[in-house]
């Protein structure tokens, strides 16, 4: 991304990035997920946790030592997960992690060349069989090039197309991929875990709530096969505005004006995680 992605630096329009990344679609998520999901294999001996600067557990003060990847992993570790890995790069979108390019790859917390989706195969590929859940969140910095959280100015014209891209990259190129690698002898032996979007700018700019939480409803529909889609729109408050929870859970607030979750947001999307998964 640039550097005003959602998950990327420090400022006002990197929260913006940031807060398509968060996961949303309403208040239906769940009864949808449960309708149309897959059977869960558990935790095995590895985590895999891929996408943007949430997975990477990014916050303005440079602070990356935790994130929900991070907190969920200690949670697997009671069921004997052994060793995690984190590829999360910070403003990463569905073309990046397809074709790499991460703005801020430098950053990433587990070196590899290239793109994160070819990482991301390979070392299932490598741990085949082993490796379970993946997690993974992306698509808000694709979409940020719509918005305008400095005047709350919407292009849907610029979002629609965004959003459909979005979709292709993640219906036909990054979900198989992560499937077929998780497929062993024709069975699947791993949960690919995908969240969904909060909306940082809600008590700013109301109407991008709609936004976010088509987004989210298209993360459902495109995982929809795959794996499961956790709810962290609702997690964080829905769409209630205002949201008397973001100032808690997101930097938007503080002097940074960063759309990111502080530890108190990563502590509530690992909550949010653990219950979807029922690990």
């Known amino acids: 991304m640039r550097n005003t992605s959602l998950f990327g630096k420090r400022r006002?329009?990197?929260?913006?990035?940031?807060?398509?990344?968060?996961?949303?679609?309403?208040?239906?998520?769940?009864?949808?997920?449960?309708?149309?999901?897959?059977?869960?294999?558990?935790?095995?001996?590895?985590?895999?946790?891929?996408?943007?600067s949430l997975a990477f557990g990014y916050q303005p003060d440079w602070n990356f030592a935790r994130g929900y990847a991070s907190d969920f992993f200690q949670e697997l570790r009671q069921h004997g997960t052994q060793t995690y890995v984190n590829l999360g790069c910070?403003?990463?979108?569905?073309?990046?992690?397809?074709?790499?390019?991460?703005?801020?790859?430098?950053?990433?917390?587990?070196?590899?060349?290239?793109?994160?989706?070819?990482?991301?195969?390979?070392y299932l590929y490598a741990h085949s069989g082993a490796v379970s859940p993946v997690t993974l969140d992306i698509g808000a910095n694709d979409l940020i090039s719509g918005i305008n959280p400095q005047n709350c100015s919407i292009d849907a014209n610029v979002f629609n197309a965004a959003l459909a891209l979005f979709d292709t990259n993640l219906t036909q190129v990054i979900l198989p991929r992560l499937h077929d690698a998780l497929v062993v002898g024709g069975k699947v032996t791993g949960d690919l875990i995908v969240?969904?979007?909060?909306?940082?700018?809600?008590?700013i700019c109301p109407q991008t709530v709609l936004y976010v939480q088509q987004l989210n409803q298209h993360i459902i529909e495109d995982v929809s096969g795959y794996g499961i889609v956790v709810d962290i729109f609702s997690a964080f408050g829905g769409s209630i505005t205002p949201n008397p929870n973001l100032c808690t859970y997101t930097w938007i607030c503080s002097v940074f004006k960063d759309?990111?979750?502080t530890n108190t947001g990563y502590s509530v999307m690992t909550t949010a995680l653990e219950r979807r998964a029922g690990y």
């Open 12 to 52: 006002v329009v990197s929260v913006l990035l940031a807060c398509l990344l968060f996961v949303c679609m309403g208040t239906n998520v769940e009864a949808a997920t449960q309708q149309r999901t897959v059977p869960l294999v558990g935790p095995k001996r590895y985590y895999l946790a891929l996408g943007d």
């Open 90 to 122: 910070p403003g990463e979108t569905s073309f990046t992690m397809i074709h790499g390019g991460c703005s801020y790859a430098v950053l990433r917390k587990y070196p590899y060349l290239g793109a994160q989706l070819d990482a991301a195969v390979s």
């Open 195 to 203: 969240n969904n979007y909060y909306d940082p700018f809600q008590n």
């Open 259 to 261: 759309i990111h979750a």
